[in-house]
Each structure stands twice: as C-alpha cells, then as structure tokens.
C-alpha cells in the first residue's frame, strides 16, 4: 500500500480538527487518495511545533494549511 499524500496533525476532543477530517475524507473519497492521522498528544515534539496551530494538513509531505481545510485548495493541491 502507498503512503498516503495527505497527513492530518490533530488531537482528540479538537472540534476544527472534526471539521477539516469531514472535509479531508469527502475530498478522498472524491479523488481516490487516502489520508493519515498523527494525534500531537503522542509526540512532544509534535505537541511543541504545532500546538496552538491544529489541525495542520500536510499534502505530499509540504504544510498545506492549518487550523482550517479550504477544499478547493486541497483538491488543486492534489490535482497538482
């Protein structure tokens, strides 16, 4: 299986990071791309760098957006 192109960097209870998953998951299904998840509370590092930036989407391994997904910038993003 390949890696996914989208990597989601969120942590539980975070109601922006509910809202750019829902977006994330249409917009693969859409496209036939699949995402993964990273919960910041796993890594202190992670916790550090993007604390009071969540959710944080990285596409292709690049930071794409935080705190909100736009869709239409994602799926150009994807299509690029």
Same mark, same amino acid.
């Given at each position: 299986?390949?890696?996914?192109?989208?990597t989601?960097?969120?942590?539980p209870?975070?109601?922006?990071?509910d809202?750019?998953?829902? %977006?994330?998951e249409?917009?693969?299904?859409? *496209?036939? $791309?699949?995402? =993964?998840e %990273?919960s910041i509370d796993?890594?202190p590092? *992670?916790r $550090?760098?993007f =604390?009071?930036?969540?959710?944080v989407t990285?596409?292709d391994?690049?930071q794409?957006?935080?705190w909100?997904?736009?869709e239409?910038?994602?799926r150009a993003?994807?299509a690029?």
């Amino acid at each position: 299986m390949s890696t996914p192109r989208i990597t989601l960097y969120s942590r539980p209870g975070c109601h922006l990071c509910d809202e750019a998953r829902l %977006v994330i998951e249409r917009v693969c299904a859409d *496209l036939g $791309e699949s995402y =993964g998840e %990273v919960s910041i509370d796993d890594d202190p590092v *992670l916790r $550090e760098r993007f =604390g009071e930036e969540i959710p944080v989407t990285f596409v292709d391994g690049r930071q794409h957006d935080f705190w909100r997904v736009d869709e239409q910038r994602l799926r150009a993003a994807l299509a690029g």
